[in-house]
């Protein structure tokens, strides 16, 4: 495997501006453009559906910043994806998630940061890197990403601000 591919947890033709409007739409369109990458294997779909049901991974950011638009990491078992990485998922309209810490709570999520990670052990590390570039980007600058559509911007933000450990 070359080097470049353990260097970033983003690659840029696997970043995502939709215009979906459910947690359906949003997931097959971009299930189904990883799965030609060879990204994932062809039961990630469902699996990401049916995890996404049974735990909710809506991140409410208020308690970060009132300012931020709140976000979901969607995610499944490693067995259904071939590669580790992060795929940003920018919602031009923002979608209802169930709240990760409460799951019967819903609120809309407008954008979301989708692990793909075929390493089981990483998966907390990734989750966790995710909350620290949330948490640690300055506010104006996380402001604007949150607010960009425009997929090379996108990943230019996220190799300039992710602090990859």
């Known amino acids: 495997m070359p080097d470049v591919a353990n260097k970033t947890l983003f690659d840029p ?3 995502f501006v939709t215009e979906q409007t459910t947690q359906e739409g949003i997931f097959k369109e971009v299930s189904d453009q990883l799965l030609a990458k060879q990204y994932v294997k062809p039961e990630f779909l469902k699996n990401l559906w049916e995890r996404e049901q049974n735990y909710p991974t809506g991140i409410d950011m208020s308690v970060v910043n009132p300012d931020y638009p709140n976000v979901a990491i969607p995610h499944t078992e490693g067995n259904f994806v071939n590669v580790r990485l992060v795929v940003p998922i920018k919602l031009v309209t923002p979608v209802d998630f169930g709240n990760m810490i409460e799951p019967a709570d819903k609120f809309p999520v407008s954008f979301l940061f989708m692990i793909l990670n075929n390493d089981p052990d990483g998966q907390a590390n990734v989750l966790s890197e995710i909350m620290g570039f949330l948490t640690t980007t ?5 402001q604007h990403f949150f607010n960009e ?5 996108i990943y230019s933000f996220l190799n300039t601000f992710f602090n990859q450990g």
């Open 13 to 15: 033709t696997a970043v």
């Open 138 to 142: 300055p506010a104006e600058d996380l």
């Open 149 to 153: 559509t425009n997929r090379a911007a």
